[in-house]
């Protein structure tokens, strides 16, 4: 009777197990968030001052910028990296009012390390990446830009513009930190929207409850 029962045990934990690695799997998050911004940008590491010439004028995403999507649910945030971006920046150092920017995110180059999951994401209940392929971000103002820069030198500044996600425009602003390095620009912003600020139902799965606010995260590097 006791090895039946021990039995029992082992094959319960086995199974308990094996169905949270699945759950794990399935619902767990799978991908970590890449600064391009060293750790080391700071005043006291900063080189000499940047002209305005090396500044000014148009800048274009590269291909190794990331956009990132991270949604809180129960057990841990989730992220959703976007591989695919494209964009420019005209920069116009002495008036910030002239500056340009857009740029847009191809929603089915996004993953979070599970495919079955991605699909669900961009399916039709929810980002209608189908019908709507892109994201895209248009600059209307920034505040705060920095008059002088320095090599190395990590500046912040806010950038206000229309995000436009499921064919539905939202005004967001992205809190942004900024560093000139050998002749490119790194840039990293912030900001929170919500599923419903586009239209979108909360992916709530069975198991997993997913918080309403979406925080989108820029990590992006650019060059002449």
């Not at 740029?103 to 019908?131: M, P, Y």
Request: zero cysteines.
């Amino acid at each position: 009777m006791k090895l039946k029962l021990v039995a029992f045990a082992v094959g319960a934990v086995v199974i308990v197990g094996g169905g949270y690695a699945a759950y794990d799997y399935y619902a767990g998050n799978h991908v970590a968030v890449q600064n391009v911004i060293p750790a080391n940008a700071s005043a006291s590491a900063a080189g000499g001052a940047v002209e305005a010439s090396k500044l000014d004028g148009q800048w274009n995403i590269s291909p190794d910028s990331k956009v990132y999507f991270s949604v809180t649910t129960s057990k841990e945030t989730v992220n959703f990296e976007g591989s695919a971006v494209k964009g420019s920046w005209t920069l116009h150092s002495s008036d910030p009012s002239k500056m340009k920017a857009e740029a847009a995110l191809d929603l089915k180059s996004i993953s979070s390390g599970n495919s079955q999951r991605d699909e669900h994401v961009q399916g039709e209940k929810f980002l209608n990446a189908a019908a709507n392929p892109e994201a895209k971000f248009t600059l209307k103002s920034i505040e705060n830009f920095p008059k002088t820069w320095k090599e190395g030198e990590k500046v912040s500044f806010d950038m206000t513009g229309t995000l436009t996600v499921n064919g539905k425009p939202k005004d967001v602003t992205f809190k942004s930190d900024a560093v000139y390095s050998q002749d490119a620009l790194r840039m990293e912003g912030s900001t929170v929207v919500t599923f419903e600020d586009f239209g979108l139902k909360n992916p709530h799965a069975v198991v997993v409850s997913t918080e309403n606010n979406v925080t989108v995260q820029l990590r992006l590097i650019l060059k002449k």
